[in-house]
């Protein structure tokens, strides 16, 4: 087992979460940043977390933010991490033409922070970095599909600041010598999936409106086309550029791509129901700059790092409704003892 230690920016979120999962798994010693909150945002990883002070415990959680050097650089610093996994960010696509500056800062310039305070830390003992990249970057696509070699074409705040990120992660390594690598991760789901992204906006939906807890979903462009995979298969291939001899950047993907309008009717198919009676298109849900296709080639990860994906897209939307339709009778129940009260 490994004695590593790891640090996991944005560990209560989707990826962070798996990821920690994983390296738990695997032995190593995990400390998180959180961004402090009133209320508790740790639901992802309250399985995992135990007493700090207990004997044996292998998940220490630090307050934290990546718009604050700071207190980013003391807890890099003085936790001197082996790996360093930055996922932390604005991730929300839509959200980002609402809150540009912010997006950027916590995204972009928390990249260059995360970087600076490594390369400090760097002197001392070698330290890896995973930098969380995305397929939003290809934008407004160039070419089908999208590989390592592809140029960005980005369409929105959040596409631009992971831009900035990717390419002063290549730049610290080439200049520093860093060992440090970028993810391109195409879309990647889980019953973990914020609430406000679209697969796990319908699932929930679905999985309410069949137990009769709503009555409709409104969505923005159903014709949009991406590339899905699951996110536990896809923290995985995180960890594998880590473990590699050299430092590089890799593309992660399934290499087929859906429309958001099949991925509805694989979830309403499911539940027994018609999504074209019950979806309704909401224009507050359109972007000002659409990203109409993702489709990822996966060939270098799969060559050099060994990896490809496990779950197949039916099977990603089958463990997302099975999931979120348990929530659902949940709160069905809930509401039914909340009556009879």
Known sequence: MSSKRALVTGITGQDGSYLAELLLEKGYEVHGMVRRASSFNTGRIEHLYQDPHAPGTKLFLHYGDLTDSGALTDIILGVEPDEVYNLGAQSHVRVSFDQPLYTVDSGA????????????????????LYQASSSEMYGKVLEVPQSEETPFYPRSPYACGKVF??????????AYGLYACNGILFNHESPRRGETFVTRKITRAATRIKEGLQKNL????????????YAKDYVEAMWLMLQQKEADDYVIATGETHKVSEFLDKTFTLLGL?????????????????????LGDPT??????????????????KIMVEADWDIAKEEKAMQAHRKAR
């Open 218 to 229: 409104y969505l923005g462009n159903i014709d949009a086309k991406r590339d899905w995979g």
């Open 300 to 317: 270098k990860a799969k060559e050099k790092l060994g990896w490809s994906p496990r779950t197949s897209f039916d099977e990603l939307v």
């Open 165 to 174: 990120s990717f390419f002063q992660v290549q730049n610290y390594r080439e």
């Open 109 to 128: 310039l928390g990249t260059l922070r995360v970087l600076e305070a490594v390369r400090h830390l760097n002197k001392k003992k070698e330290v890896r």
């Open 274 to 294: 018609d999504w074209k009676e019950l979806v309704k298109t909401d224009e507050r849900y359109l972007r000002p700059t659409e990203v109409d296709l993702l």
